[in-house]
């Protein structure tokens, strides 16, 4: 019986898989969205080797990942496939972690992962924060309707999409397990990096919860703990893109009404994120209460809501405002001294 070959140290493949088992999911325990974000990118740098640099995946060597590789995959990136900046610069962040990861395993490839790291991200153009206002999320809510058992689960789906500001991939996790019935009625939100958020659920939002849960139909064989809260057909889980449809059906549909309606915006689900956030920063409450509500890992990436809103910025400018000038000024063109010393400039 002929014994299977060892292989080489240096073939990266050994190391990829070594960095998803044991680094991500073992050591950081990464939630399935960052594994499958991960992944994404790393399939495109061993794609880029192929298509490129003709090394197929099984022959790639740790030494083919050098600086001069890696700029010239996020070259291609951008000028091949058509990716934005903050895209290859999430993909860098990407190759920075495997790199980070192999210099702890490989020290005497310091030198080559030392100048990888080195690569400096893309400065990214700042984007407004266009948001809805609390009328138009009003019209938006109220469209769905409840004539049919779709209609309400799209009424309950878009309102606790904007009541709990919750990410589309939060949204798709919910469970029936997930909503904490009673009042005041909270849900349960399993965030980025499996961390957990208990939201509460305004009174209006809850009552629609509520009457939802008492008639949607549950699976049979489906405990609480893992029955979707938002079924598609045949009682599948909804997915991001799914939800992106439903809300893409129903913006048409006021937009049909209205042509007016949000002009110029394009709605996503993290608009509504978005319009949630900037609402509750326009009703004064703290940033510290938006930041636990909406999952960031720090306060300064709440903050660019208050950066954004210019007319609570102008209102907090005006109450804090004591007027210190005169409330007339002298008429100078009276000021003989003045007008001479004035037209002496010009001689």
């Known amino acids: 019986m002929t014994a299977r070959p060892v292989p ?18 073992g050591e950081r325990a990464v939630s399935p ?30 030494a083919d990942i050098d600086r001069a590789a890696v700029l010239g995959f996020l070259d291609w990136l951008q000028a091949q496939r058509g990716c934005s900046a903050s895209t290859r610069n ?14 702890a395993e490989q020290p005497e490839r310091l030198d080559q992962i030392t100048q990888i790291l080195a690569i400096r991200q893309k400065k990214t153009p700042g984007h407004e924060l266009g948001h809805l ?27 606790l999409a904007y009541d709990t500001a919750a990410r589309v991939q939060e949204l798709c996790d919910l469970d029936e397990a997930d909503i904490r019935r009673g009042r005041p009625m909270t849900v349960v939100i399993h965030g980025k990096g ?26 049979p064989g489906l405990g609480a703990d893992a029955d979707p ?40 689900p993290h608009v509504l994120r978005r319009s949630r956030a900037m609402h509750l920063v326009q009703a004064g409450v703290n940033l510290i209460y938006i930041r636990d509500l909406l999952g960031h890992a720090d306060v300064s990436t ?22 210190l000038t005169p409330d007339t000024m002298p008429d100078w063109s009276h000021d ?12």
């Open 336 to 347: 003989a001294a003045l007008i001479g010393w004035l037209d002496s400039l010009s001689r």
């Open 229 to 268: 809260l938002f079924c598609g057909p045949h009682h599948s889980r909804l997915t991001r893109s799914g939800i992106t449809k439903i809300l893409d059906r129903h913006v048409r549909a006021v937009r049909a009404r209205d042509p007016d309606w949000a002009s110029g915006l394009a709605i996503t």
């Open 194 to 219: 499996t961390k957990v958020r208990y939201v509460p659920v305004m009174n209006p939002t809850a009552d629609l919860v509520e009457d939802y849960l008492e008639h949607r139909g549950r699976h």
């Open 133 to 159: 206002t609390g009328d138009q999320v009003k019209i938006l809510l109220a469209q769905p309707g409840t004539a049919t058992t779709r209609a309400v689960r799209d009424t309950v789906l878009l309102a």
């Open 33 to 62: 969205p960052t594994m499958a974000s991960y992944r994404d990118a790393v399939k495109l740098l061993l794609t880029w080797f192929k298509d490129v640099q003709h090394i197929p995946p099984e022959k790639l060597r740790l």
């Open 302 to 323: 709440t903050e660019i809501y208050a950066r954004a809103d210019a007319e609570a910025r102008r209102k907090a400018i005006e109450n804090a405002y004591e007027p």
């Open 8 to 25: 080489r140290a240096d073939l990266a493949g050994r190391w990829i898989s070594k960095f998803f088992t044991h680094h991500l999911a």
């Open 90 to 103: 999430q993909r860098l962040a990407v190759i920075r972690s495997l790199c980070r990861y192999l210099a």
